[in-house]
């Protein structure tokens, strides 16, 4: 597997989350889902933690690459390793529950963003593209 930087690279020793984050992030535009799943698994080999922008990135990354059930797989990764989503991060369940058709997991992160905005961090324009979206999907469905 190809290294975000050889070990013999001057810079190797400064690659941290945030340089990972911006190289996930990359392979979105591209679909490479596989390049970005290589520099997680570097990541945890050489001891840097994710952050909730790694898991969002990658999330994003499979959404974009249509691979709906690992980036379902990531999330439930994301929780169990005890990391706090944000609203990129419920914004991409947005889409990905949309694509897949699970209205009942769509309201569930409403109801999560609901609180959100009660403790101050509200929505933005994004989440209500995604939620009217889904509801036209939902109508769509169901006529």
């Known amino acids: 597997a190809r290294r975000a930087l050889e070990p013999e690279h001057e810079l ?3 690659a941290d ?3 990972y984050t911006t190289m996930i992030s990359q392979c979105n535009s591209h ?11 570097e990541m945890r080999s050489r001891a840097v933690p994710l952050n909730v922008h790694t898991y969002s990135a990658l999330l994003n990354v499979c959404l974009k ?17 005890g990391c706090t989503p944000n609203l990129v991060t419920y ?8 694509k897949t058709g699970r209205w009942t997991d769509a309201l569930n992160v409403l109801k999560l963003l609901q609180h959100q ?4 961090a509200g929505g933005d324009g994004h989440t209500t593209s995604s939620l009217l979206a ?10």
């Open 12 to 14: 190797y020793s400064l």
């Open 17 to 19: 989350v945030f340089t």
């Open 31 to 41: 679909h490479q889902l596989r390049r970005a799943l290589e520099l997680i698994a």
């Open 65 to 81: 690459a249509n691979e709906l059930d690992l980036s379902l797989d990531v999330y439930a990764q994301m929780l169990a390793e």
């Open 91 to 98: 914004n991409t369940l947005l889409d990905i529950y949309n």
């Open 117 to 120: 905005v009660r403790a101050g």
């Open 134 to 143: 889904a509801t036209q999907r939902r109508a769509a469905a169901t006529s």
